[in-house]
């Protein structure tokens, strides 16, 4: 058995020889560590032909001996596994509020992170602030850039890519402007992928979290903003221009708010003051005054919850989704929101899918790169390593 990770090319020894291995590193990856004798069996390669591609990727660098297994009867045969160091990527989670960024090996686990408050009162500020915090990362990682094999950065808005810049970030003041990511990615000395912050979130609770397994899933990021996440049988759906989610740029009927205007952080402590609430005044305050009783507390997570609801009416009629997932600033209240939540959307559609709290919490945007960000790398990897040994 051979797999074709390369497309459609003419048959020739040496492009089977890389698929092989490519076939064998990837069951090491996701079932090992294995024997020799276990990979020949569930590949139907032959016990020489496992052994040389095993060959080629100890001498690669990608794959290693992980033990030995002895059987009551036999030989003892020796274990392998895939090496997860012999790459990395660089995830990066660029908020509003927050900076997060990761480097993860190949098998996703994270080595070194940052996580600190966006201060930037500019464009330049807050890229100059990634690119210190992503180099930091990297070297605390005991890597240099060289070493990173894929770099994916979660933002706001829409990444057009003929502009090379974001589009409609508008709580990120001037980071429309072209020309922004590549100085980034120049400045980091890797290639930077860009995609938009509640997509990620999506892929990282599908991959990592209360996704998983889902036909049709849906993550709501709310937060300093408003934007959905879908992820169809395992695919991310982007729509036809990048924008598809961009559900908080929906401009209400009757007056000149935005959906986004009237359920984001700053819309709960607009609405709590609004009720006669004291500052100073966070999100997260009033939420924690509604867990105490406090009415005005109360009737502002009421408002939180009638705007939430239109919100995921829309997203249930159109979708039909199996799963809704609740994330960003505001889902960590989901113990507040959901089952009034469930009641508002029972209220206004026949649909019924499952309501969730996110599991990631606040890194769902960042291992969501991680995540997108090794889609590619591992096969990056392996081709640039098994070409330099031949």
Known sequence: MAVS??????????????????????????????????LARDTGLSKPTVSAALAALELAGLAREAGRFAPDRGRTAVLYEADPAAGHVLGLDIGRARLRVAVADLSGRIVARRD??????????????????????????GLTAAGIARTVAGSPGVWDEQRRSVQLAANLPGWGRPGLFDRIAESLGTGVAVANDANLAAVGEYTYGAGAGSRLFVYLLVGTGLGVGVVKDGELLTGAHGAAGELGLLRLPGCDATLEQTVSADAV???????????????????????????LALETV?????HLGTALAVVSALLDPDVVVLGGGIGRSADLLLRPLEEALHGRSPMRPRLEAGRLGQDAVLLGAVATALETARLDVFERRTAAVV
């Open 302 to 306: 009421r408002q939180e919850v009638d």
């Open 116 to 141: 600190l408050p966006n201060r930037g009162r500019s464009a330049n500020a807050v890229a100059d602030a990634v690119v210190a915090a992503a180099r930091e990362t990297i070297a605390e990682a």
């Open 269 to 295: 402590v607009r609405t709590a003051l609004g009720l006669g609430m004291r500052r100073p005044l966070t999100a997260e305050k009033v939420f924690d005054q509604a867990r105490s009783g406090d009415p």
């Open 5 to 38: 990770v390369h497309g459609q090319q003419p048959w020739n020894r040496q492009r089977l020889r890389s698929n092989n291995e490519w076939l064998l590193l990837e069951r090491l990856r996701l079932h090992g560590p294995l024997s020799r004798a276990q």
